[in-house]
């Protein structure tokens, strides 16, 4: 039950809300548009919102798509604000109803802020002085249209036991890197972060705990500076570090020269799969446990600790898709240095709710 001061400041902090969403209002009432137009763009947006769940500047390719997207969702979502507010007088005598809406509006304010809406035209000034970065501008900054190798992209094309291929011929080779490169399937972790040592747990119910060293971390500003958790798989890669571990009392540290062992992954796929026009990567490990970690069904920030990631961002980068012949894979008891910094979360938020709803 909430004291009288509570409720004052639910309710202070509501009116805020709604004077910040009239704002909002006002601009969407005075907008010149065409019932054509925002047809059009609330086409768009529910395309972008509601079925591929990305922002305006991921989705787009050229600059002239990342405006027209841009408008689009803004548009949207003030038709979505103006209707609430003219909801909400009739909602007066009913408090709970008008404080879920008073809930909504705030997340559709969120997410325009989060997409970005000129009132005022003051960044298109800033602009012509050249003192503003529009997202676009910096997305694509230093951009040098060139042939793209993406890794996420190459994995779809091997087969799907590549891992277990590879493995097979590196025992069969006996060749000094079979224990990292059993480590870089099971915990996806970065050739550098080998250089650091993973350590490797032996746990009672036969699975392993892992603590990875993050690399990419830029003394502190990005990444995570190191991160835990605890897998188990039916893979022939984990079957071989559980018995590799029983061997040495439980405990393991698995180190590598990163540069050494992206070479022999490079040889090792080459020679057991010579008809692939493009050879298996150390990184496509990687690649391959980001797949994993979307097939068990965690959620973006779980899956960005356990990818070493500062934000739910970076993984849009990494595969979404499963190649591989494993089974059994579970995670768990996911840590990470620093919390995540979710982005998403406005845009999560909103899609949660059923924005498709009038």
Not at 71 to 96: C, G, H, P, Q, W
Not at 132 to 143: L, V
Not at 176 to 182: C, G, Q, S, Y
Request: net charge positive; aromatic share 8%; glycine share 4%.
């Amino acid at each position: 039950m909430l004291n009288n001061e509570e409720k004052q400041e639910i309710h202070s902090n509501a009116f805020t809300i709604i004077e910040n969403a009239n704002k909002l209002h006002v601009i969407n009432k005075n907008r010149r548009i065409s019932e054509k137009t925002r047809l059009s763009y609330n086409r768009i947006a529910e395309r972008l919102l509601l079925i591929n769940k990305v922002m305006p500047i991921d989705a787009a390719s050229s600059k002239s798509s990342y405006y027209v997207y841009k408008a689009a969702v803004n548009s949207y979502l003030l038709d979505k604000i103006s209707t609430t507010i003219l909801l909400m007088n009739k909602l007066r005598e009913f408090e709970a109803e008008w404080l879920k809406e008073v809930s909504n509006l705030k997340l559709y304010i969120e997410f325009i802020n989060a997409v970005g809406i000129d009132q005022g035209k003051v960044n298109l000034l800033a602009y012509k002085t050249v003192s503003f970065n529009s997202e676009w501008s910096i997305k694509t900054k230093g951009f040098k249209p060139k042939a793209i190798s993406s890794k996420s992209k190459r994995l779809k094309s091997l087969p799907k036991n590549w891992t277990e291929k590879i493995f097979l011929t590196a025992l069969e080779s006996k060749s000094k890197h079979i224990l990292p490169i059993a480590t870089l399937a099971i915990t996806g972790c970065r050739p550098q972060e080998l250089e650091y040592g993973v350590e490797l747990k032996l746990n009672d119910d036969r699975s392993a705990s892992v603590k990875i060293f993050g690399a990419k971390t830029h003394d502190g500003k990005y990444g995570q500076a190191f991160r835990m958790f605890t897998s188990k798989s039916d893979s022939i890669e984990f079957l071989y570090l559980i018995d590799q571990l029983e061997q040495n009392s439980g405990v393991l540290t698995v180190k590598a020269n990163a540069g050494a062992l992206c070479d022999k992954v490079s040889y090792l796929s080459k020679k057991t799969m010579p008809r692939l026009k493009e050879s298996a990567s150390a990184y496509c490990y990687r690649h391959r446990f980001s797949g994993d970690l979307h097939k068990v069904g965690l959620d973006s920030e779980a899956i960005a600790k356990a990818l070493g990631h500062s934000n739910d961002q970076s993984q849009q980068k990494y595969s979404k898709s499963h190649r591989s012949g494993a089974t059994g894979f579970s995670i768990s008891n996911i840590v990470a240095a620093t919390p995540v910094n979710l982005k998403n979360q406005a845009k999560l938020s909103i899609w949660k709710h059923d924005l498709a709803q009038p």
